[in-house]
C-alpha cells in the first residue's frame, strides 16, 4: 500500500512538472508572436530596461485596445438605437396604430416587422440617391439651387441670417450646434475605425477638423462633407456624411373647439390718444364686446402695465394676449393665438410683419393709400420683426406660474425679452413662427434720454430698420444722383427732338 501511494504521488509530481513547463513554452510563444515588428524585421524579444521595452510596448498595446474599446462601444450604441428605432417602428405597425389612409402616406403596406426594417433601410437609402450626394441635379433657374453652409469648430458661416442673426457666428441653437458636434464626431469614429487603418497609424482628434460645408434639402435630409488633416502635407481627408429624412410618421390627431376661448388682450398705454383712438376701431372690428381701463400713477414701465392687466382678471384661466397700441391685429390671427397655446403645454410667441414708413414706401405715389391697403407681406412694404418678443399669447396659469415680468425694468424694452427667456429655460413649449395677421404699424420712433444705455441703444437699432429696406435708403441717399442722370436723359431726349 505504501509503495503504491509513493509511487502515485511520483507521477503526480512529474505531471505537475510537465503541466509547468508547458504553460512556460506557451507563454513564450505568444510573446514571440506578439512582439511588434520594425520598418525591415521583427524585433526580437524587447529587453526589461530598454525605452523600447517592456513598458513602450505595453503603451502600445494599451492605446490599440482604446480604440478598439472605443470603436466596439460606438458601434454597440449605434445598433442599440437602431434596435430601439426599429423595434419602436415594428410595435407600431403591429399594434394597428396606422390606418390604411397613414400606409398610403407612408408608402408602406402591413407587412411583417422584418421586412418593414428592410422597407426602411431601403427608403433611408433611396434618399441618398435622390439628394445631390452622387451626380447633379438639372435645375430651372439660379434661385432653385440650395445653397450650402460653411462652420468650422467655433464658427458658422449662413446665407439665411435675417436680422437677429449674422453672417459669422457661434451656433447658438443647442439643436444645430449638437447636429455639427455628431457629424464631426462621427467622421473621427470612421477616421479611427481599426478595421480600417494599420496598426501604427496616429488617432484623429477634432483639431484635425479643418472646415466643413453643408445643406439641407428638406425633402431628403442633410449632406455633411468634412475635411481633415491627412498624415502628410498638401494631404486632406475628406468624409461625406448624409443624415436621411424619414417617412412622414402620423403623431397625434385631435379634434379642437375654441368656441369658448377667450382671450384678454392687455395693452400698455402712456399719452399717445391718436394711436389708442385708431387701436379701438381695430378692437371693435375684431368683434371684441367690453373692455375694462385701469389707471396706474407713477413712471410708465409697459412690464408693470402687462403684469397689472393679467393679475386683475378675476375669471377662470384665461388666454392673454400681450399687445401694443400701434400693432394691428385680425381676427384671424386671434385664431391662430387660440390654436397654438394651451395651458401648462405651450406659450405663443409669433413674429410679426413691421411695416415701413409709407411716407418713404409710396412717396412716388400721389398719395398715401388706406390703412387696409398698407398691410400687405412684400419686401418693399416692411420686414419680419424677429428681434422682437413683445407681442405673446399665453395662458395667465403659466403667466403667474412663470413669475410675470421683471418689475424692476423701467421705460421701454427689455421686460419682453426677460420673459421670453424664461420660458425658453421652462419646460413648455415656445411656439415660435412668423404670422399673416400681426402688424405692427410704423411710427416715428423717439428714444428719450432717460432710457439707460442698453435700452437705447435697442430703441436706436429698431428705429433704424424701421424706416425703409436697403434699396429705398440707397434711393434716398443718392437721390443727387439720380436726379442728375434723369436731367441728362431729359436733355438727351429734347436734343434728339431738335
Known sequence: MMMVRRGLLAWISRVVVLLVLLCCAISVLYMLACTP?????????????????????QAILQEWEEQHRNYVSSLKRQIAQLKEELQERSEQLRNGQYQASDAAVLGLDRSPPEKTQADLLAFLHSQVDKAEVHTGVKLATEYAAVPF???TLQKVYQLETGLTRHPEEKPVRKDKRDELVEAIESALETLNNPAENSPNHRPYT??????????????????YELTFKGDHKHEFKRLVLFRPFGPIMKVKKEKLNMANTLINVIVPLAKRVDKFRQFMQNFRAANFRNFTFIQLNGEFSRGKGLDVGARFWKGSNVLLFFCDVDIYFTSEFLNTCRL???????????VLFSQYNPGIIYGHHDAVPPLEQQLVIKKETGFWRDFGFGMTCQYRSDFINIGGFDLDIKGWGGEDVHLYRKYLHSNLIVVRTPVRGLFH?????????????E?????????????????????????????AHLRKQKQ????KKT
Not at 206 to 223: M, N
Request: glycine letters at 8%; aromatic letters at 10%; charged letters at 30%.
Open 206 to 223: 477634432a483639431s484635425d477638423f479643418i472646415e466643413g460645408i453643408y445643406r439641407t434639402e428638406r425633402d431628403k435630409g442633410t449632406l
Open 492 to 495: 438727351k431726349t429734347s436734343s
Open 340 to 350: 397654438n397655446t394651451q395651458p401648462g403645454k405651450k406659450v405663443f410667441y409669433p
Open 149 to 151: 453652409d460653411s462652420f
Open 455 to 483: 435700452q437705447y441703444k435697442m430703441c436706436m437699432q429698431s428705429k433704424a430698420m424701421n424706416e425703409a429696406s436697403h434699396g429705398q435708403l440707397g434711393m434716398l441717399v443718392f437721390r443727387h444722383e439720380i436726379e
Open 441 to 453: 404699424l410704423w411710427h416715428e420712433k423717439r428714444c428719450m434720454d432717460e432710457l439707460t444705455p
Open 37 to 57: 515588428k520594425g520598418d525591415e524585421e521583427q524585433l526580437a524579444l524587447p529587453r526589461a530596461n530598454s525605452p523600447t521595452g517592456k513598458e513602450g510596448y
